[in-house]
C-alpha cells in the first residue's frame, strides 16, 4: 500500500524551530519528487515547498524562502521540513504529498503534470506563545 | 503570479443532480498543468484531474474536467453522497515556480 505518514508537529512558541519528517512507504520513493503543502485552520490549501528526486532542484512558496529548508533521504525513504523563525501565521496542517510525474521532464519542469497523487494525512504545527 | 478563482463559493445541490464547478484563471494556464483535488472534511486532498481532462487513478467516471487557456471545469455527472466535499483546482507554474491552488468550492447537500 501507498503511504505517506508525516510526524513532528506540535505546539512552539514564535521564533522557534520545528523539524517535520514524512516517511514513505509502497513505492520507490526516489523515482519521485516530493512536495510540503499546508493548510491553515479552516483555510485552503497552499505549496510550500517541492524537492527532486535527487535534492537537486528545490523550491519554496515566497511566504516561507529563508526559513524553512525541505530535504530527503533516498536511503531512508523520508522527506523532512526544518523550519526556523516561525510565526504566527505558520500554523497549520502540513501534508507531504507525492509528486505524479517520474522520469524525466518531471519537477521542476515538467513537461506534463500529473498532479500530487499520494498524500499523508498531515502533522499540526500551532506556532503560539 | 496566476491567481486561481473558484466559483461558486459554496454549491448547494441534491444526489442525482449534476454539479460543475468553475476555476478561472487570472492569465492563460497551460492545459497540460491544471489539475483537481477533492477533499472531505477531516481527510487529506484526494487528486481527481490532472491535465485538465484525464482522471486520476481509481476516480469515477462521474468526474470530468475540461476547459482551457483560463476557464477550467470540474462535472460531476450524478452526485452520489460521498462526492459532497471541498473542491480544489491547482496549476503548476515554472517561472516562478508554484504550485498555485484556487480557495476551494465546497459542495454542499441541499
Known amino acids: 500500500e501507498v503511504q505517506l505518514v508525516e510526524s513532528g508537529g506540535g505546539l512552539v512558541q514564535p521564533g522557534r524551530s520545528l523539524r517535520l519528517s514524512c516517511a514513505a512507504s509502497?513505492?520507490?520513493?526516489?523515482?519521485?519528487?516530493m512536495h510540503w503543502v499546508r493548510q491553515a485552520p479552516g483555510k485552503g490549501l497552499e505549496w510550500v515547498s517541492g524537492?527532486?528526486?535527487?535534492?537537486?532542484?528545490?523550491g519554496y512558496a515566497d511566504s516561507v524562502k529563508g526559513r524553512f529548508t525541505i530535504s530527503r533521504d533516498n536511503a531512508k525513504n523520508s522527506l523532512y521540513l526544518q523550519m526556523n523563525s516561525l510565526r504566527a501565521e505558520d500554523t497549520a496542517l502540513y501534508y507531504c504529498?507525492?509528486?505524479?510525474?517520474?522520469?524525466?521532464?518531471?519537477?521542476?519542469?515538467?513537461?506534463?503534470?500529473?498532479?500530487?497523487?499520494?498524500w499523508g494525512q498531515g502533522t499540526t504545527v500551532t506556532v503560539s506563545s | 503570479e496566476i491567481v486561481l478563482t473558484q466559483s461558486p463559493g459554496t454549491l448547494s445541490l441534491s444526489p442525482g443532480e449534476r454539479a460543475t464547478l468553475s476555476c478561472r484563471a487570472s492569465q492563460s494556464v497551460s492545459s497540460s498543468y491544471l489539475a483537481w483535488y477533492q477533499q472531505k472534511p477531516g481527510q487529506a486532498p484526494r487528486l481527481l484531474i490532472y491535465g485538465a481532462s484525464s482522471r486520476a487513478t481509481g476516480i469515477p467516471d462521474r468526474f470530468s474536467g475540461s476547459g482551457s487557456g483560463t476557464d477550467f471545469t470540474l462535472t460531476i455527472s450524478r452526485l452520489e453522497p460521498e462526492d459532497f466535499a471541498v473542491y480544489y483546482c491547482?496549476?503548476?507554474?515554472?517561472?516562478?515556480?508554484?504550485?498555485?491552488f484556487g480557495q476551494g468550492t465546497k459542495l454542499e447537500i441541499k
Open positions: 504529498a507525492k509528486d505524479g510525474c517520474s522520469g524525466g521532464s518531471c519537477y521542476p519542469k515538467y513537461y506534463y503534470y500529473y498532479g500530487m497523487d499520494v
Open positions: 491547482q496549476q503548476y507554474g515554472s517561472s516562478p515556480l508554484m504550485y498555485t
Open positions: 509502497g513505492f520507490t520513493f526516489d523515482d519521485y519528487a
Open positions: 524537492i527532486s528526486w535527487n535534492s537537486g532542484s528545490i
